[in-house]
């Protein structure tokens, strides 16, 4: 039998696979060419990464952008520590600790009592002493038995070192009743930057109930005040006084010009505060002071300054007759002298 002939590939089908093959062909060079980007875009990607890691300073994974917003967070966090640590070195220059002191019992003073004084005044020093605030044992026990810390408080001279800070000098080393603040200028006009300095000292340093701030020409009933002041030991955050008001005067030439009459309104009368002459804060409201000193807004008098930083707080204000010092009366707490 005749074979038969091999079957024929016709050029039809061959020539459909030449296109198949080009195909294959550009599609394995696309694959290279793509694995080679992505290789790239991978090296470039690495690299990237190491250089943030280096910059932040923080090494591993790619970092997320919540990632990154707390690396912001903790630099402006670290930013304030150190300016907090560098304000704390630079008190403590200053002599400023943070060991707050207790009675020699150990236990927690009651109040600490703030005498605002001045430079020739040690007449009204002088009567205080006897009449109310004793000295050396006398005022030790009156510490150590009532819990009661009386000191008076002064400045510096604007001359600093001068006859009139030696005078002090000489005064506190013979009766060590003094709370002499060394970086206040003793002066009319900053009376109440000096009632912002002593709570803020007075909290820094004795860790009191209270704190009282009271003039140098007050007669102050030690036994009256200790009991009154007991009875408000439940109040966390208590301001006591003689509660008042009054005019804002907005002329220059009046003694009790206020130079930030405008921002009072247009009746131009105070908010209610208590009266200079002697008031009571407890020792939440004095650390609150100690805290925020820095920006802590004076006026020209003590008494509405003190009664500003609490007024927009969580503040119980307490009008006590008996600390109308004015008006002495049965049971007082003060009186002018």
Known sequence: MPSKAPPRVSGKVFRSRIPTLLVSMFASFASIYVAGRLWQDSENRVYLIKELDRITGKGGSVISVDDTLKIIACREQHKKLSAVEMELAAAKQEGFSLKRSTLGNGTRPLVVIGIFTKFGRKNNRDAIRKAWMGTGSALKNMENQKGVIARFVIGRSANRGDSLDIAIDNENRQTKDFLILDTHLEAPEEFSKKAKLFFAHGADKWDAEFYAKVNDDVYVNIDV????????????????????????????????????????????????????????????????????????????????????????????????????????TGGAICAGV
């Not at 009154?228 to 030439?253: N, Q, W």
């Not at 208590?274 to 002071?289: D, G, H, P, T, W």
Request: hydrophobic share 40%.
């Open 225 to 328: 005040l200790g009991a009154t002041l007991a009875t408000h030991l439940d109040k966390p955050r208590v301001y006591i006084g003689c509660m008042k008001s009054g005019e804002v005067f907005s002329e220059p030439s009046h003694k009790w010009y206020e130079p930030e009459w405008w921002k009072f309104g247009d009746k131009k009368s105070y908010f209610r505060h208590a009266s200079a002459e002697m008031y009571v804060i407890s020792q939440a409201l004095a650390k609150f002071v100690s805290i925020n000193r820095d920006i802590l807004r004076t006026y020209a008098h003590d008494d509405v300054s003190v009664g500003s930083w609490f007024i927009g707080l969580d503040v119980k204000h307490l009008n006590d007759a008996k600390f109308c010092c004015s008006s002495w």
